[in-house]
């Protein structure tokens, strides 16, 4: 085995190291900055953040913000119907993904090749969204919960990954010893693959929950019922309404422009602060399935 220790380094390869260590050190900035001003804006004074005064860490600390934010009914209405979406749309995505990757994975699947390939023209060809909106309003689905979870309920990329991942994970021999023994095709795939196939579904997991819990295009689409809408729909109100408010000044007295103005500083404010509570789940959830996430990616991406 080489010993690291008796290795020599030449001046070429300390100025590389040095060279990645500083493009890694202004990478971790590029990424960490927004996070730590996300965080000190929703915390700081309204007045300092939007005069700019603010530039990296809180000031004039207040949590007016987080408590308008916990004390305002649309805003937890918003971010429970996000959690429900997350959640169903995201065991609809695995129920679709798996079984049919699996599928695909099968050497004695008649017609696998054409079934692949037909799922391939959708990722460069698609309807439209008139064609999407008309043929979700005739399926009854307008103003409805499945609205969000059924026009996505699968990606071709991602079933593509995890067929690649089960072609080279999962073992031919093991299917057909288990085969032998007597298991039926439901069995071998509940059973047998499932319980081997932890890394990718983490993976598609994340993919999928994480892409439900950003949405907010179905939700503008197909949704009027505001008791409906999603965390980001609610967001997205809040930052319309700013817009809004700040375009209506000029033509009020000058004692409704000032609380006007008051109330669209805080809003600012409840924006930042919106953001970290809409982000803190999935910051908490992904350190648990970052094992998983890696290995998933790795070998469901690059062999096959």
């Known amino acids: 085995m080489l010993n690291t220790k008796t290795v020599k380094e030449t001046k070429a390869d300390k100025a590389f190291i040095a060279f990645v260590y500083i493009f890694l050190g ?3 900035l590029v990424v960490l900055y927004p996070l730590v001003y996300i965080i000190s804006a929703s915390i700081s004074d309204p007045q300092l953040v939007n005069s700019g005064q603010m530039f990296l860490f809180p000031k004039g600390i207040t949590f007016e913000g987080y408590t308008t934010i916990f004390d305002n009914k649309d805003i937890w209405r918003g971010y429970l119907n996000t959690i429900f979406y997350t ?91 288990a085969i032998i023994d007597g298991c039926s095709d439901f069995k071998l795939f509940s059973k047998v693959v499932l319980p081997l196939s932890m890394p990718i579904i983490a993976v598609m997991a994340l993919f999928y929950g994480v892409g439900h819990w950003n949405s907010y295009f179905n939700a503008l689409i197909y949704l009027s019922d505001k008791s409906m809408y999603p965390l980001q729909m609610v967001l997205r109100e809040i930052l319309v309404l700013q817009d809004l408010s700040s375009n209506a000044t000029s033509n009020i007295t000058a004692s409704m422009a000032e609380m006007m103005y008051s109330k669209q500083q805080l809003v600012q404010v409840i924006k930042y602060g919106v953001m970290i509570v809409s982000t803190l789940p999935v910051i908490i959830v992904y350190p648990f399935l970052q094992k998983y996430f890696v290995k998933g990616m790795m070998v469901g991406s690059l062999k096959g």
């Open 87 to 177: 959640v169903l749309g995201t065991s609809i995505n695995l129920i679709v993904t798996l079984p049919a990757a699996y599928a695909l994975s099968r050497i004695d699947f008649f017609g696998r090749k054409s079934f692949m390939n037909f799922l391939l023209v959708t990722m460069f060809i698609s309807g439209g969204m008139i064609p999407s909106y008309l043929l979700v309003k005739n399926l009854g689905m307008i103003d409805t919960v499945w609205a969000m979870v059924i026009p996505n309920a699968a990606s071709v990329y991602n079933i593509v990954v995890t067929r690649t991942f089960f072609q080279s994970t999962i073992p031919r021999e093991m299917e057909e010893a």
């Open 26 to 28: 202004l990478a971790l």
